[in-house]
């Protein structure tokens, strides 16, 4: 909220957006289950596996031949084939680094966004006169 009033208020607008560039790819990702192509449980934020004290990817149940993209790359659950990863942007992560702590998940998600904001920054302020005229 308080990035869109400034935003606004400012008149770079074009620029905000580029701040928001992991949420939009997040919204992107997660539309399928968003609007119910894809099953959508109630949680799809990480599961906490208090044997190992680590954050997992949160699944969903579908059938064995479902959703092959999105199936847990760790193979069965209980015994059961039939799992897919949530389609949420803190899932992926944990899918690409592993199970982690919440603390180093918390800095590779920040990381992540600080670097979404820098690269966003550059490309408005270097490549953007190309394209938008200077008011």
């Given at each position: 909220m308080t990035f869109a009033c400034v935003g606004i208020h400012g008149h770079f607008s074009k620029t905000l957006i580029l701040f928001f560039i992991p949420q939009i790819i997040n919204f992107v990702w997660s539309a399928p289950q968003i609007f119910n192509l894809v099953p959508c449980p109630r949680h799809r934020l990480p599961k906490f596996n208090p044997?190992?004290?680590?954050?997992?990817?949160?699944?969903?149940?579908?059938?064995?031949?479902?959703?092959?993209?999105?199936?847990?790359?760790?193979?069965?659950?209980?015994g059961k084939d039939g799992w897919g990863v949530n389609m949420t942007l803190i899932n992926v992560v944990l899918q690409v680094i592993g199970d982690t702590s919440e603390r180093q998940l918390t800095v590779i998600l920040l990381t992540l966004q600080s670097l979404c904001c820098v690269s966003g920054l550059m490309f408005r302020y270097k490549v953007a006169n190309l394209i938008f005229e200077d008011e």
């Open positions: 044997k190992k004290n680590l954050l997992q990817p949160s699944l969903f149940e579908c059938g064995k031949e479902e959703y092959r993209l999105l199936k847990w790359r760790n193979g069965s659950v209980d």
